[in-house]
């Protein structure tokens, strides 16, 4: 994978973005693990995206304020509300990297059934709580329902000064995305996001547990701390999704089908 295809993905897209949104006091927690381990979770037509031969798994814990479809206003008690992703990174045969979701949790019924019915995304609605205290940003999240347990929790806090992730660097190599894949039960989907490069800064993270990951049925390294970085804020922007291709391999593993 070249510095030059994850620039390109990183230019802003043609076209008019569908959906605006604000991303704040984000949270990137990573892991590495075996490539071996996760591959099998993938649909056929992608490829994991390495760093020096290691595979990431990444739990990003956020808050979203003004969702809106573009141009219009943001809907009063639906555009505001806290958010939860599971990912790894991946490629479409050396070009086109960008995120795999294992699931996304939301406090929010109608983001996880808008984004289920329009970008085919694993979204579940879970009961979040989002506060800034003196001693970091207090996120717990569980999933609703009663299927399988996948409850996350942790206090995370930026450590020094935040700036844009250099390319080439393993920073802008985890943070920097901007294309989404999706299996729908049929097809591969994409779908382009852009917004200004992260304010990014190294972080701590304390009192964590997470099942979000033996949920997906991920196994992550036991006694390994994350890598952690930490954003303030961004503006996005969001744009329909594509077909990529309509007979991939085969279907990824991991997570429930419904949402709840």
Not at 103 to 111: E, K, M, P
Not at 112 to 123: E, I
Not at 224 to 251: C, F, G, K, M, N
């Amino acid at each position: 994978m070249t510095e030059t295809e994850r620039l390109r993905v990183r230019q802003r897209p043609d076209g008019i973005a569908v959906m605006r949104q604000r991303w704040l006091s984000l949270g990137f927690l990573h892991w590495a693990v075996d490539p071996a381990a996760l591959a099998p979770l993938l649909p056929g037509d992608l490829q994991l995206d390495t760093w020096e031969g290691r595979a990431y798994v990444g739990i990003v814990p956020f808050t979203v304020r003004g969702s809106r479809p573009a141009f219009l206003p943001p809907l009063p008690g639906t555009a505001d509300f806290h958010e939860l992703n599971l990912r790894t990174y991946v490629h479409r045969r050396g070009r086109a990297p960008g995120v795999w979701f294992f699931s996304l949790d939301a406090a929010s019924r109608l983001a996880v059934w808008g984004a289920r019915r329009v970008y085919k995304l694993p979204y579940f609605a879970a009961d979040i709580t989002m506060a800034r205290r003196p001693s970091g940003i207090a996120f717990a999240s569980r999933r609703r329902g009663g299927g399988t347990r996948a409850s996350f929790a942790c206090r995370y806090w930026p450590t020094a000064p935040a700036r844009a992730a250099t390319p080439g660097t393993l920073e802008f190599f985890l943070a920097e995305r901007y294309l989404l894949y999706a299996w729908d039960g049929r097809a591969l989907r994409s779908a382009r996001v852009w917004h200004a490069p992260y304010p990014l800064a190294p972080a701590r993270a304390e009192d964590l547990t997470e099942e979000l990951a033996s949920a997906s049925r991920i196994i992550l390294p036991a006694y390994d701390q994350p890598l952690v970085h930490y954003a303030s804020e961004v503006d996005v922007h969001i744009y329909r999704p594509t077909v990529v291709t309509a007979q991939p391999a085969l279907p990824p593993r991991g997570g429930d089908d419904a949402a709840r």
